[in-house]
């Protein structure tokens, strides 16, 4: 529940602005000018805000979507990333957003449409490219979890009927599917779903559904024809890790049919050292900070040989259900060696 | 010396406190150069009229303990259309109408009224832009914020004039009597910032570092470690037993990281599990 809201001025008058006040007719709304006097002001503690997020609704000017890095690739073509919202309902001890933002409160760029002609303007640029263009949703936010309030996926998905050299990938752990389950699903749009063993997710993922909760929605989302994909990232070391994975992976791909996955994703716990910092000071009496991790050229991840242990481990029991050109393993030690 | 998180609660004038003063029973200390009474969890300093001395005050309180605290200024404040006595919290306050505002992050529950505050260098009858008006509370959540959380930072104001009947009419004992009702509702919402104060964490000494033979990287490195097997879970009697006759820093070093790689994090308990032993 929201009990503040900060609007901006510029967008007090849009449609969507009052959709999503109406959501909250007791709480209190503050006119600001800019979100940033609110979100990026100094000395706040974002596991303090993360108590009682307030939402702020703002207009995102300037860039909307740019450039995804190299990881983020699934085997398609070109990538790009956009953040309709910062933060997100969910509370997970792995978040880099903790790291990254200085405020909790959920950020909400309601200027939907601007959107949606620089993602169709971008497409447009890639018209000719043999494989389609990507656009990742989700990395910033839970892509449908907040779903009931911002209307994301219903205002979004139909606008990817109209690029069909485009697709829309939408990164979510929320059960909230109903606008999907209600349309004809489309080819260039797949919902990819970050899953952990229910015993991590119940440790690490505060508020986020379990992991059965997860399945259901994935399975009807595959049985109503929408293309889905599946995110072990982050994979979490811990004691028993194989045997605990081994169970989830085979209630994922027993519960779902592995030849209408698009694609299995894996990657350690790993954070921008700066990020790490951060975290550990929010966080200092927190295992997932304190077990295993060494750092390399910046970044702070699972010892090499650890993260390659686990990885190849977990890699292995996929492979009993999927084919090796939809799995993609991603390890810290090999993306250093491919930076620039 | 305590470490119990505190609240501070800073007010201009004694005539503004006087109602927390007397109901919470505060004893009056003989701190100077500011009157500072305190009591169990709460200390009341005065810092008289204007900026200055606010942002004075509170690096004072402030440099008397390191404990944690959560600071809240309360005060009079005027504004044009607000009913004499009624009492809110600040949403957003800024020095000039054209200013940055700074805007404290509302997270600790608050159920009654909010709103802007501009803070001014004179005493005014003018109350512009629909925002309540008063004199120390920019150099207040400024100063405070060196010293807490911004969460923790907070300021509350009872309307002690309007467009109706201005500042000529106040004196102390007017000023009290408006303060007065809101006892309660202020503690209540202390206690809710209080309750914010996230909780400390600290290591088991098994070590003294200080007198430790070994280079100021060493230390902190040494010091990582035990951080680290704290928040594994790992038992000091263990740490203990892996430093036994050890005196090289270094080798305490590699023992305890050793110890750290070995230790995995177990699932539904912080105890880690030490996958083998470990020699050095
Ligand atoms: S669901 Fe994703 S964005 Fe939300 S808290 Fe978890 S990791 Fe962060």
Redesign the interface.
């Known amino acids: 529940m929201v ?2 809201l ?1 609007i901006e001025q510029a967008v007090l008058e849009l449609e969507t602005t009052a959709a999503v006040v109406s959501r909250y007719p007791k709480a ?1 709304q ?1 006119v ?2 800019r979100y940033g ?2 979100f990026n ?5 974002f ?3 993360k ?2 997020p ?1 939402l702020i609704l703002a207009e995102k000017q300037n860039a909307k979507v740019m450039p995804a890095p190299a990881q983020y690739e699934t085997g398609g073509g070109a990538h790009y990333y956009f953040s309709h919202m910062l933060n997100c309902v969910y509370d997970c001890r792995y978040c880099f957003l903790q790291g990254m933002l200085r ?1 909790a ?1 959920y950020l909400l760029f309601v200027n939907y449409q601007s959107f949606i002609e620089e993602i169709k303007s971008i497409a447009a640029r890639h018209v000719d490219d043999e494989k389609p263009v990507w656009f990742f949703s989700g990395y910033d936010c839970d892509s449908l979890a907040y779903e009931p309030v911002t209307r994301f996926a219903e205002t979004f998905v139909p606008a990817f009927e109209d690029i069909p050299n485009a697709v829309l990938e939408l990164r979510t752990k929320s059960t909230q599917v109903r606008s999907l389950l209600a349309r004809e699903p489309i080819n260039n749009v797949v919902v990819a779903y970050s899953l952990s063993p229910e ?2 997710a ?2 690490l993922e505060q508020g986020a559904p379990t992991l059965a909760k997860r399945l259901d929605a994935l399975k009807k989302l595959q049985d109503h024809g929408w293309r889905i994909g599946i995110r072990f990232d982050p994979v979490v ?5 194989d045997q ?1 994975y081994a169970q989830a992976i085979d209630s994922v791909f027993t519960k779902l049919d592995p030849e209408r996955i698009d694609s299995v994703t894996l990657g350690g716990f790993r954070l921008p050292k700066g990020f790490f910092k951060t975290m550990l000071k929010l966080y ?9 991790l060494s750092e390399q050229a910046g970044l702070v991840s699972y ?1 090499p040989q650890l993260e390659r242990e686990v990885l190849d481990a977990v890699a292995a029991q996929c492979r009993r259900f999927v084919s090796p050109d939809k799995l993609f393993v991603y390890y810290s030690d090999e993306a250093q060696q491919s930076q620039p | 010396m305590s470490h119990a998180p505190v609240v501070t609660m800073v007010f201009a004038l004694t005539c503004e406190a006087r109602p927390w003063i007397d109901a919470l029973k505060l004893k009056k200390s003989d701190a100077r150069p500011f009157d500072l009474y305190t009591g169990d969890s709460i200390e009341v300093v005065i810092s008289g009229i204007g900026s200055e001395s606010m942002a004075t005050a509170v690096g004072w309180i402030a440099g008397r303990s390191p404990r944690p605290r959560v600071w809240l200024n309360v005060g009079t404040a005027g504004h044009a259309t607000r009913e004499l006595g009624e009492l809110f919290l600040v ?2 306050c800024a020095a000039s109408e054209s200013g ?4 404290p ?5 608050w159920t009654g009224s ?1 709103d ?1 505050l501009l803070c001014v260098d004179h005493v005014s009858d003018q109350y512009p832009g629909g925002a309540a008006v008063d004199m120390e509370s920019m150099a207040f959540f400024n100063a405070a ?2 010293f ?6 907070q300021s509350m104001k009872v309307v002690s004039d309007n467009e109706q009947s201005g500042v000529e009419h106040l004196n102390s004992k007017r000023i009290t009597e408006l303060m007065q009702p809101h006892v309660d509702a202020v503690m209540r919402y202390a206690a809710n910032l209080l309750s ?1 104060v ?1 909780a400390s ?1 600290s290591v088991t000494t098994v070590l003294d570092l200080e007198s430790l033979r070994a280079s100021h990287s060493i230390k902190q490195q040494i010091q990582r470690a035990l ?2 097997l ?4 790992v038992d000091a009697e263990r740490v203990s037993d892996v430093l036994q006759d050890q005196t090289n820093a270094r080798d305490m070093l590699t023992r305890l990281q050793a110890l ?2 070995n ?6 308990s ?1 105890k ?2 030490v996958k083998e032993a470990t020699n050095g």
């Open positions: 009990d503040t900060y209190r503050i600001i000018d006097e609110v002001s100094h000395a706040q503690n596991r303090t805000q108590q009682n307030s405020s409160n015993p991590v119940a440790e070391w811990h004691a028993g890790y605990t200092p009496e927190h295992w997932l900070f304190n077990a295993g010892q | 949403h957003g940055r505002a700074h805007y992050p509302l997270v600790a529950a909010t802007a914020m060196r807490s959380n911004s969460e923790l930072v914010l996230p964490f951080h680290q704290a928040a594994l879970d750290v790689s230790t995995a994090p177990m699932l539904g912080t880690g599990v």
